[in-house]
């Protein structure tokens, strides 16, 4: 994710988004697939940390999370 930012950005004009994919699982973890949940959580700290420094780029980004 990092890498694919990092060379995406210059790419992405005023206006653009950056949307990640979360899970539910990034805030109510299940013990049975943590190794998943920790990834989400993951995730979507770097989803929030990222749009405080794009949008001063005008660049929103955003994550979706999905309750299966």
């Known amino acids: 994710m990092f890498d694919l930012v990092r060379y995406a950005t ?4 005023k206006g653009g988004c950056i949307i990640n994919v979360g ?3 990034a805030y ?3 013990y049975e697939i943590l190794d998943y ?3 989400k959580a ?3 700290g770097f989803t929030k ?3 405080d420094r794009l949008i001063e ?3 929103r980004v955003n994550a ?3 309750n299966q």
């Open 10 to 13: 210059p790419h992405i004009p």
């Open 23 to 25: 899970s539910i699982q």
């Open 28 to 30: 109510d973890p299940s």
């Open 37 to 39: 949940a920790t990834t």
């Open 42 to 44: 993951a995730i979507v």
């Open 49 to 51: 940390g990222l749009a």
């Open 57 to 59: 780029k005008g660049i």
């Open 64 to 66: 979706v999370a999905v």
